[in-house]
């Protein structure tokens, strides 16, 4: 039987409660009735009412959703690395969920990209008007997401991360340390987004949404120092000892090089509490 009864508080569904939608999810639980989707329901944070599905598998959908939900946010992370996986994750379960939602009308829909839908590799400024036309076919189905997203019958938001990194992901920090990290100097853009910053970005787009304050179409939410790679992982040697550069080192990533620029969402309100690189690094070397 589908979840029917009345709150007076809003109501929420997170879809993909997972490491960064669980995050948000606690983030809104305060001043709002949350609902987590995800398959393992012994993995949603406390005080979410977790809701059992597979969104690839719409079945599992039947008679579950809540009535009259307020917002979606949309937070699938891929279960395979491929093709297959990215349209499943982006585009397949997304369009499952708004089959489910039938009639009810949100007031906003979030659907979470990522800045890898940019092909841009000339170290030139991107925002949220340059183009989007993705070379490898996992980023292409993220873009298809977006797409299914922002054509649906719901207002939609897109909220593009860079790559996120905090206490929870510290494989780059970890791979520094190790000795397989030495890029080329110098080396491609980079652009990255704490995790508390990435939560804190969506909470914060849908207290608006909720107020009924303006929305864009698409946020890119990163912080505020695009850097060159090889200036991090210099810094990073700066500040505790690191091995000597293995052999067969990394030299980076495969994101191209670009410039992410966030000004779109601080023009909302928003504050970074951590605006650079080395504010959320330093934390993270200091509790090692």
């Known amino acids: ?80 690395y491929d093709e297959q996986g990215y349209r499943d994750a982006y585009v397949n379960g997304l369009s ?17 990209s990522s800045t890898s839908v940019y092909a841009q590799d000339d170290d030139s400024l991107v925002d949220e008007t340059s183009p989007a036309s993705p070379a490898r076919v996992t980023g292409q189905q993220i873009r298809a997401g ?29 791979e520094v340390i190790a000795g397989r990290m030495n890029p080329d100097t110098p080396a491609p853009y980079s652009n990255r987004i704490h995790e508390e910053d990435a939560a804190e970005a969506v909470a914060y787009l849908n207290r608006m949404a909720l107020a009924g304050e303006a929305l864009e179409d698409i946020y890119v939410a990163s912080d505020c120092e695009p850097v060159r790679l090889d200036e991090v992982v210099d810094w990073v040697r700066q500040q505790v000892e690191c091995a000597d550069p293995v052999a067969d080192a990394r030299k980076g990533g495969r994101a191209g090089s670009k410039r992410c620029d966030n000004t779109r969402l601080l023009q909302t309100g928003f504050t970074f509490r951590y605006p650079d690189f080395r504010t959320g690094y330093r934390e993270m070397i200091r509790a090692l």
């Not at 029917?4 to 409660?17: D, F, H, Q």
């Not at 499952?96 to 659907?111: P, T, V």
């Open 146 to 174: 977006e797409q299914t997203a922002l054509s649906s019958r719901h207002p939609a938001t897109v909220v593009r991360f860079s790559g996120i990194y905090g206490p929870s992901r510290q494989r780059f920090l970890d």
């Open 1 to 80: 039987m589908a979840i029917t009864e009345r709150n007076s508080m809003p109501k929420i569904l997170v879809a993909g409660c997972g490491k960064l939608g669980g995050a948000i999810a606690v983030k809104l639980k305060t001043s709002a009735q949350v609902y987590g989707l995800r398959r393992s329901l012994d993995k949603v944070p406390e005080g979410i009412t977790g809701i059992g599905a597979d969104l690839t598998r719409p079945e599992t959908l039947a008679e579950k959703l809540p009535n009259d939900l307020d917002t979606v946010i949309y937070c699938l992370t891929p279960s395979s």
């Open 96 to 112: 499952n969920l708004l089959d489910a939602l039938g009639s009810q009308q949100l007031k906003r829909l979030f659907f979470i």
